[in-house]
T-cell receptor, first 113, second 116 residues
Framework: EDKVVQSPLSLVVHEGDTVTLNCSYE??????LLWYKQEKKAPTFLFML????IEKKSGRLSSILDKKELFSILNITATQTGDSAVYLC?????????????FGAGTILRVKS | NAGVTQTPKFRVLKTGQSMTLLCAQD?????MYWYRQDPGMGLRLIHY???????AKGEVPDGYNVSRLKKQNFLLGLESAAPSQTSVYFC???????????????FGEGSRLTVL
């Protein structure tokens, strides 16, 4: 059975701190790993990773994938209160048509001012 | 550009009642999905569709039915609602399997359903 495990489940930090969110996975077939940010409503796309060791960056956020050890990390530097959200990790397991996304339970991040 | 739109946003049902959630997308995506999100369990796939007129079961299909009569619409039905179906439901759509952002889903804003 496909499984995606995120840790920690939740954390509280102060503005300016750096955080690292973890995602480990076990899937039958791997196509890509995706990170989403979910505030009050719909998840919004952050990164997609397909190759090991190549860091993706967007402003203060960065992510890297290790396909040998089956995990990914999402780093957020100089955190701001606007980073408070649930961060979801998902792995794309290709089906005959399209992709099946298997999601982790998410990490709840709260950034205090 | 509306993206993915879900209706209704909120609904309260009594056990045994039926209802339909409507999802509409204006991005000409082939693939559409229905997920449910419960605390501590992430998003779980209910049903999905790879094109007009086709549907398939996901991870948790029991108690739900779907239809994709038009490419832009994907309907999720509950024939006899149960309290265990209290959840937030998300519709999503995506491009073809092969593409620059393969796997990326575009989500609607969610529909909160409570079954009493």
């Amino acid at each position: 059975e496909d499984k995606v495990v995120q840790s920690p489940l939740s954390l509280v930090v102060h503005e300016g701190d750096t955080v690292t969110l973890n995602c480990s996975y076990e899937v039958t077939n791997f196509r890509s790993l995706l990170w989403y940010k979910q505030e009050k409503k719909a998840p919004t796309f952050l990164f997609m990773l397909t190759s090991s060791g190549i860091e993706k960056k967007s402003g203060r956020l960065s992510s890297i994938l290790d396909k040998k050890e089956l995990f990914s990390i999402l780093n957020i530097t100089a955190t701001q209160t606007g980073d408070s959200a649930v961060y979801l990790c998902a792995v794309a397991d290709p089906m005959e048509y399209g992709n099946k996304l298997v999601f982790g339970a998410g990490t709840i991040l709260r950034v205090k001012s | 550009n509306a993206g993915v739109t879900q209706t209704p946003k909120f609904r309260v049902l009594k056990t045994g009642q039926s209802m339909t959630l409507l999802c509409a997308q204006d991005m000409n995506h082939e693939y559409m999905y229905w997920y449910r999100q419960d605390p501590g369990m992430g998003l779980r796939l209910i049903h999905y569709s790879v094109g007009e007129g086709t549907t398939a079961k996901g991870e948790v299909p029991d108690g739900y039915n779907v239809s994709r009569l038009k490419k832009q619409n994907f309907l999720l039905g509950l024939e006899s609602a149960a309290p265990s179906q209290t959840s937030v439901y998300f519709c999503a759509s995506s491009w073809w399997r092969e593409g620059p952002n393969t796997g990326e889903l575009f989500f609607g804003e969610g529909s909160r359903l409570t079954v009493l």
